[in-house]
């Protein structure tokens, strides 16, 4: 059996780890896009580093688009084995990735009339609103630790790794040469406890472990764990300033935290008496997929749908679909808080409303979870006095913060400790993934103090044996 660490090797984003048996069959852990490269990433996404129609199946551990954003791509090159995941990653992504397609209709059409003005030929998207759709009929939907027997040789199961709904470790039992070898593959980890769904649990004992570090240097700030910090800041921005609260969030999971917290203050009668506004028409639809998985809520919100049935609306909320009504927030003057995609600010309406925000002091971006180095999102947080936003040049006199209470990635003693349900001395082999490689090596140092042994940190298109 051979690994190949293909994305999300020595960085985050993009991650996809090709498992090839001794029969020759191929597995692919994951398959997502590369975000955030600037004039790379198209390149980065459009170069696999294999060939599609020999991949037999995908399996995903969730559906991030940096986990899951090219499996349509995979089908219009041929694919057309079976995608294996949770049932609440499946019903994600049937939202998620034609949301992806259409993005990436709408992107290039701009960029086109660009080409066109320079006399340059058009050029294509990855993959369109079309093509994600078709790709759902190779998805299959597994339940959360029910053993799912891909061949006769080949068993995965999936454990609630607590980062977003439907999020999993893979745990894959492949029998070859007369023995059972384990592998692990975390996916994303999540955080001790989460606001909405269940904690992440311990997974069976694997030979071989491939986990993240994306917080591999980095440990939560306590200064900024209290959810309260939310109101503090929905409270000096909108009602002291008189401004509008951006936040940048992903349309899945961060999202629907902080509408449930709004919805839960705006019940209390503590939260001022403004206009929330979620500007993503994909996150209404998530939020049905949300109610759809119960079996994925921890005690607390499943208690407190008995006296709120709908923790997710309440009369100060407002979900904008159309371009025009997300237009029309730009040129209200009103206090209010606009909570829009992306989470990492480098596409969607969110960039739109940040241009239109980021050099009125009165304002204020909340950045709420992580951001690749190169992104938007993490460029807001580097104390530039102007930034460029399409091309053009914006000063910064809004305030720019950040509250790591509403990350969905565990920090490294958070990712160590969901680890150390295995035992050490049968564990042989870990490989640090997702991750930039300062954070993977600091992580990798932690974990041998831990007593964890053979790490390794793999480059793209590191290939290993066993």
Not at 26 to 38: A, N, P, S, V
Not at 184 to 203: C, E, H, L, M, Q
Not at 314 to 327: G, M, P
Not at 382 to 398: P, V
């Amino acid at each position: 059996m051979k690994i190949k660490f293909i994305g999300a090797a020595q960085e985050v984003t993009g991650s996809k780890h090709l498992i090839t048996t001794d029969s020759g069959k191929k597995i692919l852990l994951d398959c997502g896009m590369f975000q955030g490269k600037g004039q790379d990433t198209d390149k980065m996404n459009r170069n696999l580093g294999f060939e599609p129609r020999e991949i037999d199946h995908v399996i995903l551990s969730h559906a991030h688009i940096d986990h899951s954003g090219l499996i349509p791509y995979l089908y219009t090159l041929g694919f057309e084995g079976s995608v294996i995941c949770t049932d609440a990653t499946r019903n994600l992504c049937s939202l998620m990735l034609p949301d992806s397609g259409f993005i990436q209709e709408h992107d290039i059409k701009w960029y086109n009339e660009k080409l066109a003005k320079k006399g340059l030929p058009k050029v294509k998207p990855i993959y369109t609103h079309e093509d994600a759709v078709k790709s759902m009929k190779l998805f299959i939907g597994v339940a959360y630790d029910r053993k799912f027997k891909i061949d006769e040789n080949i068993t995965v199961r999936f454990t609630n790794s607590g980062h977003m709904l439907g999020s999993a470790v893979v745990n894959l039992s492949i029998y070859e040469n007369g023995r059972m070898k384990n592998i692990a593959y975390t996916g994303d980890v999540g955080r001790p406890t989460n606001r909405i769904i269940k904690s992440p649990v311990p997974f069976p004992q694997a030979d071989i472990l491939i986990t993240e570090s994306t917080y591999g240097d980095r440990i939560h700030d306590e200064k900024h764990e209290s959810e309260f910090a939310l109101l503090d800041i929905v409270k000096d921005t909108c009602v002291r300033k008189g401004g509008k609260l951006i936040i940048p969030s992903f349309s899945v999971g961060r999202t629907q935290e902080i509408v449930l917290l709004l919805n839960n203050w705006f019940n209390d009668g503590i939260l001022p008496k403004i206009d929330i506004y979620v500007d993503s028409p994909l996150s209404v639809n998530v939020t049905e997929v949300f109610r759809m998985h119960p079996e994925c809520y921890n005690e607390t919100v499943l208690d407190s749908l008995a006296s709120d049935p709908d923790p997710f609306g309440f009369e100060r909320l407002h979900y904008i679909k159309t371009v025009q009504e997300s237009k029309r927030l730009n040129a209200t003057e009103k206090p209010c808080v606009i909570i829009s995609a992306s989470g990492m600010a480098e596409a969607g309406r969110v960039k739109h409303h940040i241009a239109n925000s980021i050099s009125n002091p009165r304002n204020t971006i909340l950045i709420v979870g992580y951001c690749a180095p190169t992104t938007l999102g993490a460029r807001l947080q580097q104390g530039l006095d102007k930034i460029s936003i399409f091309g053009n040049e914006h000063y910064i006199r809004a305030d720019i913060k950040r509250l790591e209470s509403f990350s969905g990635h565990g920090d490294y003693t958070e990712m160590a400790d969901f680890i150390s349900c295995q035992n050490k001395d049968e564990l042989q082999n870990l490989y640090l993934v997702h991750g930039d490689l300062e954070a993977a090596e600091h992580y990798r140092d932690y974990l041998k103090g831990k007593g964890f042994k053979n790490i390794e940190i793999p480059a793209s298109g590191y290939e290993v044996e066993f």
